[in-house]
C-alpha cells in the first residue's frame, strides 16, 4: 500500500537573479512500512523535501499525497489538522516546551486537537523510550538523548501516517545516536510505522530499508540499501 505519492514536486524560492531551484521535478512513492533515508549534500534539497512533505513548507508546483490525501488542496487551517493527526515531525534540535514536562511535551498534539491521550499507548510508548522515571522531568532537567525520546515519543502519539525526521542524531554523541536510531528502527518494525529520515551520515542510511539520494534539486539516486552496500 502506497502510504505516500510525490508526483512532479519544484520548489522555487526567490526571482530573476536570486531564483534558487530547490527542487526539480521531483516524483517517488513510498509504501506502508519503509524505512526511507534521504541524503544528499548540503544544499541540495533533502531539508526541503522533508519540510513539503511535513505540511511544514509548500511546494511551487507538484502533488504530495499521504494515505490518500492531497495536502496541497487543503487550506491552512485543515491542513494543521492533518499534520497534528497524521504527520509525526522530529527535528535535531528536539524544538520541545521548555515549560512542559515530559508528559505534557509527548501528549501536547493530542491537546491541541482537543483528545484525550490514549493512556494505554502513552504509558507503551515511555516504556519503550526508557522514560519512566522522567515524565514530570522539564527539558532542562534531561539530557540531549532523553530530549531526542520525548521528541519521538511525541511525534508517534498520534500514530502518524509518517514519521519523519530531520537529522535526529545530528545534536547528540555517537552512543546516543545509535540508540536514536535503534528506536526508530523499532517502532518501524514493530509497529510497521513508515519512517523518513534525513541524515548526513552513511551509517544510519545504510540502516534504512531504501536510500533515496538528492543532488542539487533532484533525485540522482534510488536503491536498496543490499544495492548500496553492494557498490
Not at 84 to 100: E, S, T
Not at 181 to 187: D, V, Y
Amino acid at each position: 500500500m502506497k502510504i505516500l505519492e510525490i508526483r512532479n514536486l519544484n520548489k522555487v524560492y526567490g526571482k530573476g537573479e536570486t531564483r534558487v531551484d530547490a527542487l526539480k521535478n521531483i516524483s517517488f512513492d513510498i509504501e506502508q512500512g519503509e524505512f526511507v533515508a534521504i541524503v544528499g549534500p548540503s544544499g541540495s534539497g533533502k531539508s526541503t523535501l522533508l519540510h513539503i512533505l511535513g505540511g511544514v513548507d509548500s511546494p511551487t508546483s507538484g502533488v504530495v499525497n499521504i494515505a490518500g490525501t492531497d495536502i496541497g488542496k487543503l487550506d491552512e487551517g485543515k491542513l494543521a489538522i492533518f499534520r497534528r493527526r497524521h504527520i509525526g515531525l522530529i527535528y535535531q534540535f528536539y524544538n520541545l516546551i521548555p515549560i512542559l514536562n515530559v508528559e505534557e511535551n509527548m501528549t501536547l498534539p493530542l491537546l491541541l486537537d482537543g483528545k484525550k491521550a490514549n493512556k494505554e499507548l502513552l504509558n507503551d510508548l515511555v516504556k519503550k523510550l526508557g522514560l519512566e522515571k522522567r515524565l514530570k522531568h522539564l527539558p532542562n532537567q534531561l539530557s540531549g538523548g532523553q530530549q531526542q525520546r520525548v521528541s519521538i515519543g511525541r511525534a508517534l502519539m498520534n500514530n502518524p501516517a509518517l514519521l519523519l525526521a530531520d537529522e535526529p542524531t545530528g545534536n547528540l554523541d555517537s552512543e546516543n545516536s545509535r540508540e536514536i536510531i535503534s528506536l526508530l528502527r523499532k517502532f518501524n518494525r514493530e509497529n510497521n510505522q513508515t519512517v523518513i529520515i534525513i541524515t548526513h551520515d552513511e551509517r544510519i542510511a545504510l540502516s534504512a530499508d531504501r536510500v533515496i539520494t538528492i543532488e542539487d534539486g533532484r533525485i540522482t539516486k534510488d536503491s536498496k540499501t543490499a544495492e548500496v552496500s553492494a557498490v
